[in-house]
């Protein structure tokens, strides 16, 4: 573990990696901005942009990046002293978070109010979406022309609420809210009066909006409401709206609060903090590149919240195909004929799975394991189940640990109750995947998916170090360690 020293100097230095925490989290309200946004970073570094359908010409002392989907992003550095075979350090995060998304269908409404069809993503503490002020964003396939285009929208103001029930009609209210979400969850977009008098919806309108003279058009799609909406911040017409991908956002901005400017208040810390730790660890490692002799990788996955079992989930293929394809030009470049080069390099590999930990709770102190209760300001927390639901083990653990130590940073410990479940990661899922040792850490949070949580500024800070350690210097010391076991 770091002195007391070490946490003291972070106090001073970490706002910075906060208030740029902050600003990332404002401007990725879904999965396809926060990949937008990494982009924007990795470009503005220096990165190259590579894709999939491509043939990649990489060199050593390389620095690459491509997304999928959208929603899915994986950069690398080949180092300037890389040989086939040899391994990669990989910090895993996700970029989707609980939140309300919209249905193929999404018209509805009844007793004069104009409602939107709804679904629950991930597992969410849907009773605080209640009461917020509500907005969408998302991906929008548009018609420009001859073409389709994919295009990014938010809609920056509030348009819509979730209200709760007044007590005088639920009495018991207080003791337990259960939560259908086909029936209660369904926002209020407006009142169908106002909706008629302030954006007037003709005939023809609604049959556009509802597919034209296709064989559902009497029954309408979309609210011909939100797709004006749409349509204003898109610039087109509500007509060249093809399909969307959309989710309710809460508009409150994430702030840097508490009464020393020590939390930060937010939604979708989990796991937006983390992806926005590995990336910038990433880059702030870029000036050692050249005496390293693996491949450094940052891989932001989408899906983790509903099992990662997707094209763009930590299940896909989409790692080893990184790995495959940067073993495979070095090969080329070197005349080696690859013998079970992807296979020793798997084997050299090391995964550090980031997603966010639970900090213990000062009123639910006692649903922490005693022995192991993470604090916040106290750095990174490394996560252990017997039964692997984190892939940690004493190996990654060490590795982890000395990486912590060379970079004077701070570290803890948690293990969930014995008596209680504990969460998924992307860790389990990789591994088996993949075939790759690694480790669970994360920083730890309250209210986590919740539609407003908190964190530690401190930590911010600490895991960009942390996580800047273990791209210097874990291949030093997983060559250190014997590996003959």
Same mark, same amino acid.
């Given at each position: 573990?770091?002195s007391s020293g070490?946490a003291?100097?972070?106090?001073s230095?970490s706002a910075?990696?906060a208030?740029?925490?902050?600003?990332?989290?404002?401007a990725?309200w879904?999965?396809?901005?926060a990949?937008?946004?990494?982009?924007?970073k990795l +470009?503005?570094?220096?990165?190259?942009?590579?894709?999939?359908n %491509?043939?990649?010409?990489?060199k050593?002392?390389?620095r690459?990046f491509?997304t999928r989907?959208?929603?899915?992003?994986? !950069?690398?550095?080949?180092?300037?002293k890389?040989?086939?075979g040899?391994?990669?350090?990989?910090?895993g995060?996700h970029t989707d978070s609980?939140?309300?998304?919209?249905k193929?269908?999404t018209?509805s409404g009844?007793n004069?109010?104009v409602?939107l069809?709804?679904q629950p993503?991930?597992?969410g503490i849907?009773?605080?979406w209640f009461?917020?002020?509500l /907005?969408?964003?998302?991906?929008?396939?548009?018609?420009?022309?001859d073409r389709?285009c994919?295009?990014?929208? =938010?809609?920056?103001r509030?348009?819509?609420?979730i209200?709760s029930?007044?007590i005088h009609?639920?009495?018991?209210?207080?003791?337990?809210?259960?939560?259908?979400?086909?029936t209660h969850?369904?926002?209020?977009?407006?009142?169908?009066l106002?909706?008629r008098?302030?954006?007037?919806?003709?005939a023809?309108?609604?049959k556009?909006?509802?597919?034209?003279?296709?064989?559902?058009? /009497?029954?309408l799609?979309?609210s011909?409401?939100?797709l004006?909406?749409?349509?204003?911040?898109?610039k087109?017409?509500?007509?060249?709206?093809l399909?969307?991908?959309l989710?309710?956002c809460d508009?409150?901005p994430?702030?840097i609060?508490?009464a020393?400017r020590e939390?930060?208040?937010s939604?979708?810390?989990?796991?937006l903090?983390?992806?926005?730790?590995?990336t910038e660890?990433l880059i702030?490692?870029?000036?050692s +590149?050249?005496?390293?002799?693996?491949?450094?990788?940052?891989a +932001?996955? %989408?899906h983790?919240?509903?099992?990662?079992g /997707?094209?763009?989930?930590?299940? /896909?293929p989409i790692?080893i195909?990184v790995?495959?394809?940067?073993? =495979?030009?070095?090969?080329?470049a070197?005349g080696?004929d690859?013998t079970d080069?992807?296979?020793?390099?798997?084997?050299n590999s090391f +995964?550090?799975s980031?997603?966010?930990?639970?900090g213990i709770?000062?009123?639910?102190?006692?649903?922490h394991?005693?022995g192991?209760?993470p604090?916040?300001?106290k750095g990174?927390?490394?996560k252990?189940?017997?039964e692997?639901?984190?892939?940690? %083990?004493a190996?990654?653990q060490?590795?982890?640990?000395?990486?912590?130590?060379?970079?004077?940073?701070?570290?803890?410990?948690f293990?969930v109750r014995?008596?209680?479940?504990?969460?998924?990661t992307i860790g389990?899922a990789l591994?088996v995947m993949?075939?790759?040792?690694?480790i669970?850490?994360?920083?730890?949070?309250?209210?986590?998916?919740?539609v =407003?949580?908190m964190? !530690?500024v401190?930590?911010?800070?600490?895991a960009?170090?942390?996580?800047t350690?273990?791209f210097?210097?874990?291949?030093?010391i997983?060559?250190?360690v014997d590996?003959k076991f």
């Amino acid at each position: 573990m770091a002195s007391s020293g070490a946490a003291a100097s972070a106090m001073s230095e970490s706002a910075t990696h906060a208030e740029k925490l902050v600003d990332y989290l404002n401007a990725s309200w879904t999965p396809y901005h926060a990949t937008a946004n990494a982009r924007a970073k990795l +470009l503005a570094a220096g990165y190259t942009e590579l894709y999939e359908n %491509d043939v990649w010409n990489l060199k050593l002392g390389g620095r690459y990046f491509f997304t999928r989907n959208m929603s899915c992003l994986v !950069a690398f550095a080949v180092g300037g002293k890389y040989k086939a075979g040899n391994g990669a350090i990989i910090v895993g995060a996700h970029t989707d978070s609980p939140c309300i998304k919209m249905k193929p269908h999404t018209a509805s409404g009844k007793n004069g109010f104009v409602q939107l069809g709804v679904q629950p993503y991930g597992g969410g503490i849907w009773h605080t979406w209640f009461d917020r002020d509500l /907005s969408v964003a998302g991906r929008v396939f548009v018609r420009r022309g001859d073409r389709t285009c994919h295009e990014l929208v =938010r809609i920056d103001r509030p348009i819509m609420c979730i209200p709760s029930l007044a007590i005088h009609l639920n009495r018991t209210v207080n003791k337990g809210f259960d939560i259908n979400c086909q029936t209660h969850l369904p926002p209020i977009l407006a009142t169908e009066l106002k909706s008629r008098f302030e954006m007037p919806v003709t005939a023809e309108d609604e049959k556009k909006a509802s597919g034209g003279d296709s064989p559902d058009a /009497s029954a309408l799609r979309h609210s011909p409401l939100l797709l004006k909406l749409l349509a204003e911040e898109l610039k087109c017409k509500p007509e060249d709206i093809l399909t969307f991908d959309l989710q309710l956002c809460d508009t409150q901005p994430s702030i840097i609060g508490g009464a020393c400017r020590e939390f930060i208040h937010s939604g979708r810390l989990d796991n937006l903090a983390m992806c926005y730790c590995a990336t910038e660890s990433l880059i702030e490692t870029d000036h050692s +590149l050249a005496d390293e002799t693996g491949i450094r990788m940052v891989a +932001l996955y %989408d899906h983790e919240e509903v099992g990662s079992g /997707s094209a763009y989930g930590a299940r /896909s293929p989409i790692t080893i195909d990184v790995l495959r394809r940067v073993t =495979r030009a070095s090969c080329e470049a070197t005349g080696d004929d690859g013998t079970d080069a992807l296979e020793r390099c798997v084997v050299n590999s090391f +995964l550090v799975s980031a997603d966010m930990a639970h900090g213990i709770h000062p009123n639910f102190a006692d649903k922490h394991e005693p022995g192991h209760q993470p604090h916040m300001h106290k750095g990174m927390v490394i996560k252990t189940h017997c039964e692997m639901r984190y892939i940690t %083990d004493a190996f990654s653990q060490h590795v982890f640990h000395e990486c912590g130590r060379r970079a004077g940073v701070p570290f803890q410990q948690f293990v969930v109750r014995s008596d209680c479940a504990c969460g998924s990661t992307i860790g389990p899922a990789l591994s088996v995947m993949a075939g790759v040792r690694g480790i669970d850490v994360g920083i730890p949070q309250f209210a986590m998916h919740s539609v =407003r949580e908190m964190c !530690a500024v401190d930590d911010v800070n600490f895991a960009v170090e942390h996580m800047t350690g273990v791209f210097e210097h874990a291949s030093t010391i997983i060559g250190e360690v014997d590996s003959k076991f």
